[in-house]
């Protein structure tokens, strides 16, 4: 199985940036689509970004497109998200994912999912 640790998560003010990272166990990770989502109490998981297994390509949500940097070290084991100019309605859990080798916009592509990590933008 994969087990998937984030961290990075905080208290900020609009404007600011947080680097979240999410570190995968096991020896698969480089063959696997990565995901960032996100969810506040009561709303449905909403996509954020992705990237595929390589690292040659991304997409994000119209949301937080050049904004937003999602980014992966598969020697490491782990993928980013640079989250720039903040604002107070990014203010959500966040969840890294991992894939099946598949780039997805929905939740139900992804097999393994992180604890989350809370991101508060004040102001």
């Known amino acids: 199985q994969v087990q998937l640790v984030e961290s990075g998560g905080g208290l900020v003010q609009a404007g600011d940036s947080l680097r979240l990272s999410c570190a995968a166990s096991g020896r698969t990770f480089s063959s696997k689509a990565m995901g960032w989502f996100r969810q506040t109490p009561g709303k449905e998981r909403e996509f954020v970004a992705t990237?595929?297994?390589?690292?040659?390509?991304?997409r994000y949500a119209d949301s937080v497109k050049g904004r937003f940097t999602i980014s992966r070290d598969n020697a490491k084991n782990t993928v980013y998200l640079q989250m720039n100019s903040l604002k107070p309605d990014d203010t959500a859990v966040y969840y890294c994912?991992?894939?099946?080798?598949?780039?997805?916009?929905?939740?139900?592509?992804?097999?393994?999912w992180g604890q989350g990590t809370q991101v508060t933008v004040s102001s």
């Open positions: 994912a991992s894939g099946r080798s598949v780039m997805a916009t929905s939740s139900p592509a992804y097999d393994y």
């Open positions: 990237i595929s297994r390589g690292g040659t390509s991304t």
